[in-house]
């Protein structure tokens, strides 16, 4: 049975099941940071976490990973301690660095740590693990994988993307060639589709053939310039809606569309309206994955003593994917297709439509 993290909840509006927003844990030397727990009945329990490259400021996963840690610290009374990532050399020598400081539960975030967290895993059998986005290969009995189920929540963005599109034109591209990062695409190109069905239109998606899974990646989850230019791209050849997934590299196209006039965004991970309140007026929605949510549960998990290795699957019907609220764009997508949102939104979840990506965890 898969945990659920809440109730569903209704389309437009997110599930804020990662309430916590709590402060960044101050940084100490080695770009580590570590912060006391009150007294309480966890207080024992040290919970860390070591981001990817994107680092805890990325406003997208690793963020959003470091808030659930964060509220979990506030709400358990336990010591947690993080480590921030500056390149994938990182990664094993830092996860080193957090069992040496025996913290007991270490949260990876993200599917570049897989190699690193399962050698740790193997070194390490009286320190669990929970990895963001990704499994270990072969599974171990102390790493709990923490995957979405993106591809269902982007199926109905990708509807959104045709039903508002006025050039009929859209487009998505990745900032590299990842199961966590293909899966949004996956879905999105099927939701286009779906309404291209439904209507009889032919919005033409940009950046992404989901039978041959080729398509468009800048290379890395860091460099802004790079989703500018293959955002910039995509508008020349006709896009007005465009979905980047791609962490930080995301705020190149938010540079680009903003520019362009008339050209919207759809945003991943946490709400962008949000995270990037200054692009407010031409972000159409966000793929929304409770990542937060998810790092609380298994940091609750290991607090009662009850830590499993059970892959934990968000999904539209648990809460723990979600699109988001049209917030300040509401006026702009037609009734019909919120209308049209909200019963493949069911069809999901009552299992009518099932969205196939071959990423699906």
Known sequence: MKKK?????????????AA?????????????SASGGA?????????????????????????????????????????????????????????????????????????????ATGQAADANKDTQFAIVDS??????DNVK??????????????????????????ATYGGIQLPSVTIFMDGFVDGVAKYNEETGKSVKVLGWDKAAQTGSFTGDFEDASKGQNTTQNFIDQGADVILPVAGPVGSGTLAAAKAAGDVKVIWVDSDGYNTQPDYRDIILTTVVKEIGAAVKDAVQTEADGQ??????????????????????????VPQEVKDGVEALQQQIVDGTITVESPSTP
């Open 39 to 115: 007294s309480g009945s966890a207080s024992d329990l040290k919970a860390c976490m070591v981001s990817d490259a994107g680092g805890f400021e990325d406003q997208s996963f690793n963020q959003a990973g470091l808030e659930g840690l964060e509220q979990a610290k506030s709400e358990l009374g336990i010591e947690t301690t993080t480590t921030e990532s500056s390149s994938n050399a990182d990664y094993a020598p830092n996860i080193a660095s957090l069992v040496q400081q025996n913290c007991n539960l270490i949260v990876s975030v993200g599917f570049l740590l897989a190699d």
């Open 145 to 170: 994988p923490l995957l979405f189920d993106t591809a269902q929540a982007a199926y109905l963005a990708g509807y959104v993307a045709a039903g508002t599109s006025k050039t009929g034109t859209v």
């Open 135 to 140: 499994t270990v290969d072969p599974a171990r």
């Open 307 to 332: 830590f499993s290795s059970e892959p934990y699957v968000g999904t539209l019907e648990n809460g723990g994917v979600s699109l988001a609220p049209y917030h300040d764009l509401d006026a702009e």
């Open 20 to 32: 916590g927003c709590g402060e960044a844990p101050t940084t100490g030397s080695g770009g580590e």
């Open 5 to 17: 993290l809440g109730s569903l909840a209704a389309v437009g509006a997110i599930a804020l099941l």
